[in-house]
């Protein structure tokens, strides 16, 4: 299904807000120590900042600010995904499309208001970073689609790259650090998490109150031990 994923993240903003809370834009994570019960964490102005729970939220960085805290790794991969868009073909409604690709998850194509969203699907392992689009996957895509549908499209209107962050086994870690007192995991959530962040972050906030899943996720078969940082093999993968 979808979503309007601008609401979504705006409504959380301004929900953050009315409760006093603060965002802070371009603010690196410079240290990270613990001391008497309090996370004390330095940016790169050298203002602090303390609080008994760091809940480490640092998508593609995740494992670097996990490293500054002297907390061991759980693999963060991030892998680019390419995105362009394509005008609709003339007098086509897109409105009612669905969202369109190949069996073997090469390509997709789904309705982006007038437009046509497209992707190559791909999942490159690069370091952290602000990712660029990969033009030579773009024409690979447009090929493919071109031939597999009626849009017959030659121009791209822009195109953009994103970070999907994976854990080894592909499953988001929320939960403790088991060795280290109010260290807090929210990472690899991978392509999904602006859809599941209404779940996960009940799940989250549960969690770091000391209480179990909501009953309603946990009806739905997510369990606090489904999401934890020791579970059975993440590890060691994230070690190897």
């Known amino acids: 299904m979808e979503i309007d994923v601008h609401a979504v993240h705006q409504g959380f903003v301004r929900g953050m807000r009315r409760r006093q809370g603060e965002i802070r834009t371009s603010t690196k994570v410079a240290g990270a120590s613990y ?23 640092a998508g593609a960085w995740a494992d670097e600010v996990a490293g500054l805290a002297g907390v061991s790794p759980v693999g963060i991969m991030p892998l680019r995904r390419t995105i362009f868009m394509l005008a609709a073909p003339g007098g086509v409604d897109t409105s009612r499309l669905p969202l369109t690709g190949d069996i073997d998850g090469t390509w997709y194509v789904k309705p982006e208001g007038p437009q046509l969203l497209c ?30 549908t009626t849009i017959g499209s030659r121009h791209v209107r822009s195109a953009w790259a994103g970070l999907r962050n994976f854990v080894p086994d592909r499953v988001p870690v929320v939960g403790f650090e088991p060795v280290a007192e109010g260290f807090f995991w929210f990472a690899g959530q991978g392509g999904y998490g602006i859809q599941t962040a209404p779940a996960m972050a009940r799940a989250g906030a549960a969690l770091i109150r000391g209480e179990e899943v909501p009953e309603d996720i946990r009806q739905r078969g997510l369990t606090a031990a489904d999401l934890a940082r020791d579970r059975p093999g993440i590890t060691a993968l994230a070690e190897h």
């Open 35 to 57: 001391c008497d019960g309090l996370w004390t964490l330095t940016d790169a102005q050298g203002e602090r900042f303390q609080a008994p729970v760091v809940v480490n939220a």
């Open 119 to 148: 992707s190559p699907a791909d999942e490159v392992l690069q370091p952290p970073s602000d990712a660029r689009p990969d033009e030579i996957q773009i024409a690979r895509a447009l090929d493919v689609i071109n031939a597999a």
